[in-house]
């Protein structure tokens, strides 16, 4: 399985950004496929994640209203549009993948995902 992240940038506060992750390698089919986020100096953290079998997409609270995930079964592509960003968002953003459909207090953890893609950044400026 290969994942790739794409659609970081320099953004002003308030502004937006759309991320892409591109999944190839196998069926999607009942997997989880999550975004995470790692700033200078801290531990990567949470963002959202959603599941390919459908169901509730779920959210870190630091992004919930702001952030979206949605996925695109044809193009086996998930997507995190962000808006209203602020400085604190800057990190670099990762996409990561598991082949099972985890309940949500293991799919917030990125020990649970078994492939990652190479991550984009995401710079805000103030």
């Known amino acids: 399985v290969q994942l790739q992240a794409s659609g970081g940038g320099l953004v002003e506060a308030g502004g937006s950004l759309r991320l892409s992750c591109a999944i190839s390698g196998r069926t999607l089919g009942s997997g989880t496929t999550g975004w995470f986020r790692q700033a200078p100096g801290k531990a990567r953290e949470f963002v959202a994640f959603?599941?390919?079998?459908?169901?509730?997409?779920y959210y870190d609270d630091s992004v919930k209203g702001r952030f979206t995930i949605a996925r695109d079964n044809a193009k086996n592509t998930v997507y995190l549009q962000m808006n209203s960003l602020k400085p604190e968002d800057t990190a670099v953003y990762y996409c990561a993948h598991n082949g099972r459909r985890g309940i949500p207090e293991l799919s917030r953890r990125d020990s649970w995902y078994d492939f990652w893609g190479q991550g984009t950044q995401v710079t805000v400026s103030s």
């Open positions: 959603t599941r390919w079998s459908g169901g509730n997409n």
